[in-house]
């Protein structure tokens, strides 16, 4: 490939190792004629070999679809087609979106041989960025719970320590970002699943307002509309890029936010927080916090008075009990209708043990169960609408710990006991229950040297701000500079 410089694109420095790179660095540098995207698939692809056996954190390696995209995406750059803003640039796409000719399991054993003949819409988009697929990245079964242990694949591991979780739903591409075996990735939130592998694996993640960003309503329309699909990345420009690409009405779903999006780019390239108001959540309705975990977030929080916001100590008049309560009716119903065939088929066995427990406690519930969750769901935005009245952001701890040995969930958290399936994350779930953008960026790192996410929640629809907010703080306290030892 001709290394000469292209025009009309921002000019890329060239790394020491395309590892170190950006998404929007590599873009570039594919533009720019300096770097051939087969190089640069190769180069992840090694990576992944290299390093994913210890983490598991792809449950399909598309090794020889990307190459053969790869080929076609130099072969584009040379005859000097018009290129994507992702172009050449290699992506993790979670295994609960739909890839055409790519095996997508959904975490589950019932779909271990699945191959769709159609890409969802997230999928979609990516593929029509000009980014390039490497494979699809860990979930647990159905996205079900906030770590990612799943039936066809085992535990994905976190890279600052291989014994910890990497959190989840969208615990593979939290891990894969990490370790640096691709350099962007998706995720999708339902009730943190993008916030909580961010917070475990310290990247950045952000979960869009509820219809920024279309799913195919007839395909799945599932968790009762809580679930978003977001970027995933190593720094907030990457984020922005993709939620550019992914961003944006579509008549295959109905609940999708029917106008144009702004530029997501253009918010983070002058950042600037001066005059925002941004609330210290602390710990809500005093959930169970750790202590370190609270001072990070917290001197995450007030870093944002030295960027000129105003910040106060409030919270929204919410209780954090009956969130989760309304929020777990409505996931496990929808579930049950879409593993209802599933279970009527004899086919429960193939699920892990406390899901089917879960779904088949879900299938006798009255539906007036249902009809108190979503009246609750509305009271929740109520409260969240007023508290925005007086603030631009809400800033919480992103999890109450961080990250925990696999498959033992703490009981107790500074001294006080919690459930186990819930009380790690009280918090993420408020943004998906009211519909509200949020991201999640690393503020710090244990005395045991584990990563620790601060959560900015922002308006209905204003993604804007949350970045511009998040790209202010990694100016002023960059974190991509410092990755797990063991993947350098």
Known sequence: MTMTQGAGAQAAETPATLTDCAAWELAALVRERRVSPVEVAAHFLERVARHDGELGAFITVAAEQAMAEAHRAEAAVINGDALGPLHGAPVGVKDLDAT???????????????VPDYDDIAVERIRASGAIIAGKTHTPDFGWKGTTESTVAGACRNPWDISRT??????????????????????????????????????????????RVPSDYARHAGWGGLTQNGPMANNVR?????????????????????????????AVESPDVSGLRVAWGGAMDAQAVDPEVFALAEAGARAFEELGAA?????????????????????????????????????????????LKWLTDARTWPASRYAEAMKEREWHRRAFDDFFERYDLLALPTMAVPAFPIERNPGSIGGRDVHPSWGYTPFCLHANLTGRPAASLPCGF??????????????????????????????ARPWAGRRPPGFL
Do not use: H, W
């Open 238 to 266: 990457d984020a922005a890029l993709l939620l550019n690409a992914l961003a944006g009405p579509d008549a295959r779903d109905p609940r999708a936010i029917p106008t144009a999006p702004p530029d997501f780019l253009e």
């Open 311 to 355: 910040v106060e100590e409030d919270a929204p008049a919410v209780a954090t009990e009956d969130a989760i309560g309304a929020f777990a009716t409505l996931m496990l119903t929808d579930l049950v209708i879409t593993l209802g065939p599933a279970l009527e088929g004899g086919q429960g066995d193939f699920l892990p043990a406390q899901l």
């Open 166 to 211: 990497a959190g989840g739903s969208s615990g593979g591409s939290g891990a894969a970002l990490a370790a640096r075996l691709v350099p962007l990735c998706n995720g999708s939130d339902a009730g943190g699943s993008i916030r909580i592998p961010a917070s475990f694996c310290g990247v950045y993640g952000l979960k869009p307002s509820a219809g």
């Open 446 to 475: 244990t005395s045991g040297g584990l990563p620790v996410g601060l959560m900015l929640i922002g308006r209905l629809g204003d993604e804007v701000t949350a970045l511009r907010a998040s790209a202010a703080f990694e100016e």
């Open 100 to 114: 055409k000719g790519l095996r997508t399991t959904y975490g589950s054993l019932l779909f271990g041989d699945n």
